[in-house]
């Protein structure tokens, strides 16, 4: 299976109302794996950059001055893609708007959702109430993020692959496939059984603070929470 961990830098929040996109980068994964294959490009917005932003990624109006327009990387882009690739964004539904924009303003065909996978979507189910941030996730899976002084598409997008890969269930497989025999008077046939083996995180505890906080907003008399108080005025 081939996919494209990606991240985006823009010049705001919204193409609607005159935001661009300022940075692209990619990185290819076969079978969830980085294969060393990645897309790299800066894009001249063609309009200014915002201070505010600038502090964000640190790429100016006077560096992206000579860069190239996205008009010019779009058939790269495109081939570096490719008709079966499945992009893989956290947050994705704000990248995949920014690259639709800029591929339609340019006549090109855009994306459909049923290419994405969106791993902020998969860590709030897998971490309810906790903060899902990329350094958040980098932080519970000990991934070094040290360099990340800016956001940086490029550098963003190999540190999602490294999540991407534990949000799965890590470098080592959590899935084991051991065999059965299925017997009958009709055929004998090997069939895979599937035993899911459990994974475990130690959390911080600011995590376990915002889990708290997020258990007493959302539910009602916990009861969770009466043992605790019986195991306190015990």
Avoid at 21 to 35: F, M
Avoid at 123 to 128: D, G, H, L, T, V
Avoid at 136 to 154: Q, V
Avoid at 190 to 212: A, G, M, Y
Wanted: hydrophobic share 40%; proline share 4%; aromatic share 10%.
């Amino acid at each position: 299976m081939r996919e494209i961990c990606f991240d985006t830098e823009t010049t705001g929040l919204d193409p609607e109302t005159g935001d661009r996109l300022v940075e692209i980068g990619a990185v290819e994964l076969i079978n969830h794996l980085p294969t060393g294959k990645i897309f790299h490009e800066y894009i001249n917005p063609e309009r200014d950059v915002p201070e505010e932003v600038v502090k964000v990624h640190g790429l100016t109006n006077e560096f992206l001055a000579d860069k190239p327009k996205f008009a010019e990387i779009a058939q790269k882009w495109i081939d570096f893609i490719g008709k079966d690739g499945i992009f893989v964004a956290h947050n994705a539904q704000f990248d995949m708007k920014f690259i639709n924009f800029e591929l339609k303003k340019c006549g090109f065909e855009t994306y459909d959702w049923d290419r994405v996978v969106d791993t902020l979507t998969i860590a709030r189910n897998e971490f309810p109430g906790a903060r899902n941030n990329l350094d958040a996730l980098c932080k519970r899976f000990n991934i070094d993020n040290s360099a990340r002084t800016y956001h940086g598409a490029l550098l963003d997008a190999q540190l999602l692959a490294e999540v991407y890969l534990q949000l799965l269930g890590g470098d080592e497989p959590s899935i084991k496939f051991t065999r059965i025999e299925n017997n009958n008077n009709l055929f004998k046939v090997n069939t895979p059984k599937v035993e899911i083996l459990e994974r475990h995180f130690k959390l911080s505890e600011e995590d376990e603070n915002t889990h708290r906080a997020f258990m007493e907003k959302n539910l009602k008399n916990p009861l969770w929470l009466e043992d605790e108080v019986k195991a306190e005025n015990a």
